[in-house]
C-alpha cells in the first residue's frame, strides 16, 4: 500500500481536489506566486486589504502571510486574516521576509507570531533573528548557511510557538520540534529569480489546505516538489530568465509517482 502522507501522494491529492489559497503577498511575488500555485494545481486568491481579508480567510482552504511589502493596512488585514483562519480552524502560514530589518518589521511579526501560525517558514538569516539569535543577513538575503544554528534555532521556535518550522536554503530543514527531516534539490539559480521564495511559501499553504492534520510532512512535500522542479529547470536553462519559466513548466509536469521516487528526503 503506497504511504498516504508521502509528497507524491499529497501532490496528487492536491490536483484531484484543488485548494482555494488566500497569499497575502507582497507586490513583488504576486504574479509569480499566483503562477506557481497554478501550475501546481491550486487556486492562488491574492486578498489582502482589511476590508476583506478577514472574511475571505473563511472560504479559502489556507492562509499565506508575508510581510514583504508591509503596510500599517495590509498588517490590519493580516492580523483579521489570521484571527478569521484561527477562530475556523484553518490552516495559515507565516513568512516573516527581513522581520529584523526595521522596528515596524519586528513589531509587525511579534503581533503574527503572537496568533500562533501554523507553518513558519524562512530563510536561515531570518529563523535564526527570529529565534533571538544574530543573523548575518542583508535586507530579503540570507548570510547564513541552514544547518548548525539556523537548525537549532528552528527547533526552539517549534516547540516555542507550537509551529512547523521550515528554514530554505541549499538544503531545506523542517521541524515540528521533535520530528525534523532535510530536503535536498533545487538549484543554485534559485535565488537569482526574485520572490520564489514567496512562491513556495505560497506553496506550503496549498499542502497544508490538502491535509492541515499533518502540517509537517504537507510542509515537507511542498519543499521536495519545489527541490525537484527546481532541478529540472537548471537543466535546461540557460540563465535566471528561462529558469523562470522553466520552474513553471517543470511544476505543471511533475505528477506524484515521480516526485516521490525522485524526492531526496532524510531524517535530521
Known amino acids: 500500500m503506497p504511504d498516504q502522507?508521502?509528497?507524491?501522494?499529497?501532490?496528487?491529492?492536491?490536483?484531484?481536489?484543488?485548494?482555494?489559497?488566500?497569499?497575502?503577498?507582497?507586490?513583488?511575488?504576486m504574479n509569480i506566486a499566483a503562477n506557481v500555485l497554478l501550475a501546481?494545481?491550486?487556486?492562488?486568491?491574492?486578498?489582502?486589504?482589511?476590508?476583506?481579508?478577514?472574511?475571505f480567510a473563511g472560504i479559502a482552504g489556507a492562509l499565506t502571510v508575508n510581510i514583504g511589502t508591509l503596510s500599517a493596512s495590509w498588517l490590519?488585514?493580516?492580523?483579521?486574516?489570521?484571527?478569521?483562519?484561527?477562530?475556523?480552524?484553518?490552516?495559515?502560514?507565516?513568512?516573516?521576509?527581513?522581520?529584523?530589518?526595521?522596528?515596524?518589521r519586528r513589531e509587525a511579526t511579534e503581533a503574527l507570531l503572537?496568533?500562533?501560525?501554523?507553518?513558519?517558514?524562512?530563510?536561515?538569516?531570518?529563523?535564526?533573528?527570529?529565534?533571538?539569535?544574530?543573523?548575518?543577513?542583508?535586507?530579503?538575503?540570507?548570510?547564513d548557511a541552514v544547518d548548525g544554528h539556523a537548525e537549532a534555532a528552528a527547533r526552539l521556535l517549534a516547540r516555542t510557538h507550537g509551529s512547523v518550522v521550515a528554514v530554505t536554503g541549499a538544503v531545506d530543514f523542517v521541524t515540528d520540534g521533535?520530528?525534523?527531516v532535510r530536503i535536498e534539490g533545487g538549484s543554485p539559480l534559485m535565488p537569482q529569480v526574485t520572490a520564489l521564495g514567496c512562491s513556495l511559501t505560497c506553496l506550503v499553504g496549498a499542502f497544508v489546505a490538502v491535509r492541515p492534520d499533518l502540517p509537517l510532512e504537507a510542509t515537507v512535500a511542498a519543499l521536495a516538489t519545489f527541490a525537484v522542479v527546481g532541478e529540472d529547470a537548471a537543466h535546461r536553462a540557460e540563465g535566471p530568465g528561462?529558469?523562470?519559466w522553466r520552474l513553471l513548466d517543470a511544476l505543471a509536469a511533475l505528477d506524484g509517482p515521480a516526485?516521490?521516487?525522485?524526492?531526496?528526503?532524510?531524517m535530521a
Open 5 to 29: 502522507t508521502s509528497p507524491g501522494t499529497l501532490l496528487t491529492a492536491l490536483r484531484e481536489r484543488p485548494p482555494l489559497v488566500q497569499c497575502i503577498t507582497n507586490f513583488v511575488a
Open 40 to 55: 501546481t494545481g491550486a487556486s492562488p486568491a491574492m486578498v489582502h486589504a482589511e476590508e476583506e481579508a478577514g472574511e
Open 76 to 104: 490590519r488585514g493580516m492580523q483579521a486574516a489570521a484571527t478569521a483562519a484561527n477562530d475556523i480552524g484553518k490552516p495559515w502560514v507565516l513568512d516573516p521576509v527581513a522581520h529584523y530589518a526595521t522596528a515596524f
Open 114 to 143: 503572537a496568533l500562533g501560525p501554523t507553518v513558519i517558514r524562512g530563510n536561515a538569516s531570518e529563523i535564526i533573528a527570529l529565534a533571538g539569535g544574530t543573523g548575518r543577513g542583508q535586507g530579503v538575503d540570507s548570510g
Open 178 to 180: 521533535d520530528s525534523a
Open 242 to 244: 528561462s529558469f523562470s
Open 259 to 266: 516526485l516521490d521516487d525522485r524526492a531526496r528526503i532524510r
